[in-house]
């Protein structure tokens, strides 16, 4: 564990886990405040505990923060998330606790979610990938991508219709597909004035011939695309999922891409979430399918937006426990 500027310290913030090779700009503005900085790489609750327990604050990237940390910390205020899901915090077991739990909106990272999740489908679809790897191993043969199909006049659906799920509607307005989406927090109304097919979860899962899921992971939507989900889609869809790894289900996916219920899947995330593992290792059977392609979590990424959500993170905190309110808060703390 790194320790930082002890001296003279308002308290501690800790940085559970990180995998940006260094925390200088969380050091920066942490120090400038007047707290003093820990850093670790938490796998676990329990090494969460051990490094946390007298934190002021904490900022986590993928560290969980469950219920038996949040009631073991002693002077904890603020959680600062980096990123805008919080799935990996007990949200209700800090606001009992009186800790401010605070995320990062989407829009730090939604033109660089929404650029990758067409570049995944345009890969998956045009069978890039298949193509680079047969070219690699000496096979130049167009019959290679066999079979591809042309994209315009096709379904190309959208699991929810957020910021990030518009910003993709309009990306791929342009390659004239219809483009459809179903979000039960909506009012149909609200898609259907941008030009888009407002329809049920059924409807989309049984005539999307592309399929993004750009959903939050809940304990609704976690499993949503298991067998049963997968097998009433088309023999010739293509999945894509930007959202959290654990809305599709490995196994029920592995099988499915195996077996031919779909085509083909881009998944910018796996169920196990490898960087919420210590020395994992690539032993999933889905790597080993050539109509899948998998990236390791890194649709939100560009140099900008990675900036973004560490400042956010660290300033939030500092905000918090400086007296000020959160700018983005997930909970609401009594006065």
Not at 153 to 177: D, H, K, N, Q, Y
Not at 284 to 297: A, D, E, M, Q, S
Request: aromatic share 8%.
């Amino acid at each position: 564990m790194k320790t930082v500027n002890r001296a003279n310290s308002r308290g501690t913030i800790l940085i559970a886990d990180y995998d940006f090779g260094d925390v200088n700009i969380e050091q920066a503005i942490i120090e400038e405040a007047g707290f003093e900085m820990l850093a670790a790489q938490c796998k676990s609750e329990d090494e969460v505990i051990e490094h946390g327990r007298d934190a002021e604050g904490i900022l986590a990237q993928y560290a969980p923060i469950g219920a038996r940390a949040i009631n073991a910390f002693t002077r904890c205020r603020v959680i600062a998330r980096y990123g805008t899901g919080v799935d990996i915090v007990d949200v209700d077991a800090a606001t009992r606790r009186g800790i401010q739990v605070t995320n990062a909106p989407n829009d730090w990272c939604a033109d660089e979610v929404a650029d990758h999740a067409v570049a995944l489908w345009l890969a998956a679809t045009r069978k890039i990938c298949q193509y680079d790897r047969a070219v690699r191993q000496s096979e130049w043969c167009w019959r290679t991508g066999y079979p591809i199909w042309r994209i315009r006049g096709r379904v190309f659906g959208l699991l929810s219709f957020g910021a990030i799920a518009r910003s993709i509607a309009e990306r791929v307005r342009t390659f004239g597909v219809d483009i459809w989406a179903h979000d039960p927090f909506l009012d149909p109304t609200e898609i259907e004035q941008r030009n888009v097919r407002a329809v049920s979860f059924d409807q989309l899962v049984e005539a999307a011939d592309y399929l993004v899921i750009q959903a939050p992971l809940t304990p609704e939507t976690r499993h949503l695309f298991n067998r049963v989900t997968l097998r009433r889609m088309k023999p010739t869809a293509i999945l894509i999922n930007t959202a959290r790894g654990p809305i599709v289900e490995d196994a029920a996916i592995r099988q499915a891409l195996a077996e031919g219920w779909i085509a083909g899947a881009a998944l910018d995330d796996i169920e196990e979430e490898p960087a919420k593992q210590r020395d994992w290792r690539p032993a999933n059977p889905l790597f080993r399918l050539h109509n899948v392609i998998i990236t390791p979590h890194a649709a939100y990424y560009s140099e900008e937006s990675i900036g973004a959500v560490r400042r956010i993170a660290a300033e939030e905190a500092v905000r918090v426990l400086t007296g000020l309110p959160a700018l983005s808060p997930v909970n609401t703390i009594a006065a």
